[in-house]
């Protein structure tokens, strides 16, 4: 590998520094050709990443990013640097730069940095000048779960590739560490039987010594250790927890009806704090058992009659935390699903603190809270009294283990026995070595029983992971909406509920605003769902462009798509964020999107105009003005498609007449779910559902002269 500086950084495609980076994260990417002609470089790496299994994430490189440990990154070289701040919404969201380089992190310290033209590769160790040649962003990228159901061994497996260096070091070290440990038992019998009957003071100091030494050696060894672990933990914590986010929000929209918020968010940490639970055993297995048999082969050597004899105490010190263990085990199923209960019921008073006032039913939730918090109170406690028994029982078995033997030492008389003496030193290392046997079967059991214990809170992860997430683009067709939709014989019902939709037969053309209304419970929402792929029909399909929905990947699909659901709700940020969503947009066109949907002269009003922060729990704009938000969002990126389920609901006539007239002009299919029959006067075509069926269709016009549900409707609303 060439370290010329002089080759130019703006050589380096798109491919190639994807290249740069397979070594270090152990993935190959495969490129499709067009790759490096990408308009959007964003939209080009995540796909890579997503054909390879792979989830790609924007970061900052702010502040003095190059000093610390991180993960392998893919960078762009900068036209020229940008004095903006890093978090600038223009330089995040609009990154200029020319060739791509690879940033690899170094085993020792810092980063190296790669770049590759059609002859040479070159390194450089990135310092201030080095970082200052790049673009403000890079690309980091993490592991996914593979894409169907997942067991115990699959997420083990998972947390332990590509960290089999750090394993390697922990079971070196805990070797070396095991055969030093055997210098303590050993030196002081040698000290007791030679040094101290002979006052040999020279001889005493070259144990002290030798002591002194084999400590300092320890120490360094488990230093060594503790490093490998701290890596090891820090790498497979942060490869599950991304990994279980992605698995979440990758998951069917039908799989979140089954669980409370806070309840989800628990059962998501549980599968992280299991698999390190189990790794941090699995690597104290590997110790502590080194050392243990390292011990028991010593206490062989001094006595075997008395090592046999000490089976009985390695026994109870499996028995007394093996049986306190299962007992917790017990308990624990409880307390985990009530701990999920209030952790769900949290969240919902929470973010429901104004309607639980408006109903003065602050006291019933006092009360409806509490009397599971009692409950795990008590559970708790229980599971406390028999953890401090153990740790009563087990307070008491050193005493007891040492009068045991030497009450068996003086019963059995060991010289006659084996026609040797034990000598007095020997019966004192003999003894340090039991001990530390029994310690180390102690931590075992003691760590065992505590993955044991972890038990209920896996089977609280595993709908997660046993859930298979949607199609996406590594198993679902790639298609970008065109506005052609088509849904065939549509049948749809909730799980243990009567059938919503029945047979529907909807097609829609390119450009077409088609309305769809009717009474509450018809189906209107529910369609909206199907056609986003939330829902899967019961029987027939749903077309885009003539290809079914179902082979489709539908998070690319979506992006083709603008949605306003009736449920919709704002993040917690800045207008900006909120309207830009996950697209890369700038400013201006972050304006021209809050233009269209009626909320522009309103933002500039504003103190912080586009910058001003929203959120749950803030009170900074209105509901017409959150619902003219979620308008802009979803018609910032200039979809083909616009699903809008009761857009304008909480805008006003004039409002309202203002956002119509914008949608009027979009060169995109617009379906439209209304319940104000105004709202839908311009509309190419009004569906009338009832009863889950198509019961009319027409323009306004042609259903309002004649009887039916469509002229019901007018004749209620008073239109």
Not at 220 to 231: H, K, P, W, Y
Not at 310 to 334: D, E, H, K, M, W
Not at 344 to 362: H, N, Q
Request: hydrophobic share 50%; net charge positive.
């Amino acid at each position: 590998m060439s370290h010329d500086p002089g080759l130019s950084l703006r050589s380096t495609t798109l491919p190639a520094a994807l290249r740069l980076l397979e070594t270090a994260i152990g993935i190959r990417f495969e490129a499709s050709p067009e790759l490096s002609s990408a308009v959007d470089p964003w939209d080009a790496v995540e796909e890579t990443a997503a054909g390879a299994g792979l989830l790609a994430r924007r970061v900052i490189l702010d502040g003095r990013w190059w000093e610390g440990a991180g993960l392998p990154m893919l960078a762009r070289v900068a036209e020229r640097r940008s004095k903006a701040r890093a978090t600038d919404p223009d330089v995040t969201r609009s990154p200029a730069g020319t060739g791509w380089v690879a940033l690899v992190p170094h085993p020792v310290s810092g980063y190296r940095m790669y770049a590759a033209d059609s002859k040479d590769e070159v390194e450089w160790v990135v310092d201030e000048a080095t970082a200052a040649r790049l673009s403000p962003f890079a690309y980091t990228f993490h592991r996914r779960f593979e894409r169907r159901a997942l067991g115990t061994i699959d997420v083990l497996r998972f947390a332990w590739r590509h960290n089999r260096a750090d394993a390697s070091t922990v079971i070196a070290t805990g070797v070396a560490a095991a055969l030093v440990g055997l210098l303590t038992p050993i030196a002081t019998g040698f000290l007791i039987d030679r040094a101290i009957p002979t006052a040999a003071l020279g001889l005493v100091g070259q144990l002290i010594a030798g002591l002194a030494g084999a400590g300092l050696a320890l120490v360094g060894l488990e230093v060594l250790r503790s490093l490998a672990v701290q890596r090891f933990e820090a790498r497979t914590t942060i490869a599950v927890q991304a990994a279980m986010l992605d698995r979440v929000i990758a998951a069917p929209a039908t799989f979140f009806r089954a669980f409370a918020s806070g309840d989800l968010a628990l059962r998501m940490s549980a599968a992280n704090a299991v698999q390190r639970s189990i790794a941090g055993a699995a690597i104290g297995t590997i110790v502590t058992g080194l050392f243990l048999l390292a011990n028991t082969a010593l206490l062989f050597k001094y006595s075997g009659t008395l090592a046999a004899a000490s089976v009985v105490l390695i026994l109870a010190a499996i028995a007394i935390p093996a049986a306190v263990g299962l007992l917790r085990l017990r308990l624990g199923r409880t307390i985990e699903a009530l701990d999920g209960k209030l952790n769900g019921l949290s969240v919902e008073y929470l973010t429901g603190v104004a309607k639980l006032r408006a109903a003065a039913a602050e006291s019933r939730a006092y009360d409806n809270y509490f009397v599971d918090y009692e409950t795990l109170r008590a559970l708790n406690r229980r599971s406390t009294k028999l953890a401090n028994l153990e740790m009563v029982a087990l307070s008491l078995l050193f005493p007891a283990s040492a009068i045991l033997l030497y009450d068996l030492a003086w019963r059995l008389d060991i010289g006659a026995l084996r026609g040797t003496a034990l000598t007095t030193g020997q019966f004192i290392a003999f003894q340090a070595a039991l001990f530390a046997v029994l310690g180390a079967v102690h931590s075992l059991v003691g760590t065992w029983m505590a993955v044991l214990r972890l038990k209920p809170l896996w089977e609280r992860a595993r709908p997660i992971l046993a859930t298979v997430p949607e199609n996406d683009t590594a198993r679902g067709q790639r298609h970008e909406p065109q506005g052609h939709i088509h849904l065939q014989g549509i049948s749809f019902a909730y799980p243990g509920g009567a059938e919503v939709l029945r047979g529907v037969d909807l097609e829609i053309r390119p450009g077409e605003f088609v309305a769809i209304v009717g009474a509450s419970g018809s189906g209107k929402s529910t369609l909206i769902r199907l056609l986003l792929g939330f829902e899967a029909p019961a029987q027939g399909r749903v077309l885009y462009d003539g290809k079914d929905l179902a082979t489709l990947d539908v998070r690319r699909l979506r992006r083709g798509i603008g949605t306003v659901l009736q449920s919709g709700t704002l993040w917690a940020g800045d207008l900006f964020t909120n309207i830009a969503g996950a697209a890369n947009l700038d400013v201006e066109s972050a304006w021209e999107a809050a233009r269209l949907a009626g909320i522009a002269a309103e933002i500039e009003a504003m103190p912080m105009g586009l910058y001003t922060l929203v959120g749950e729990g803030l009170s900074t704009i209105s509901g017409g003005q959150r619902q003219r938000v979620m308008l802009a969002r979803a018609l910032a990126t200039k979809p083909r498609v616009l699903l809008l389920d009761e857009a304008t609901s909480a805008l006003d006539n004039v409002a309202q007449a203002a956002v119509l007239e914008s949608l009027r002009g979009l060169a995109a299919t617009r379906i439209v779910v209304a319940h104000r029959l105004n709202t839908v006067r311009n509309a190419d075509r009004i569906v009338v559902l009832d009863g889950g069926r198509i019961a009319q269709s027409g323009t306004y016009a042609e259903l309002a002269a004649v009887p039916g549900h469509f002229q019901s409707m007018l004749s209620t609303q008073g239109a």
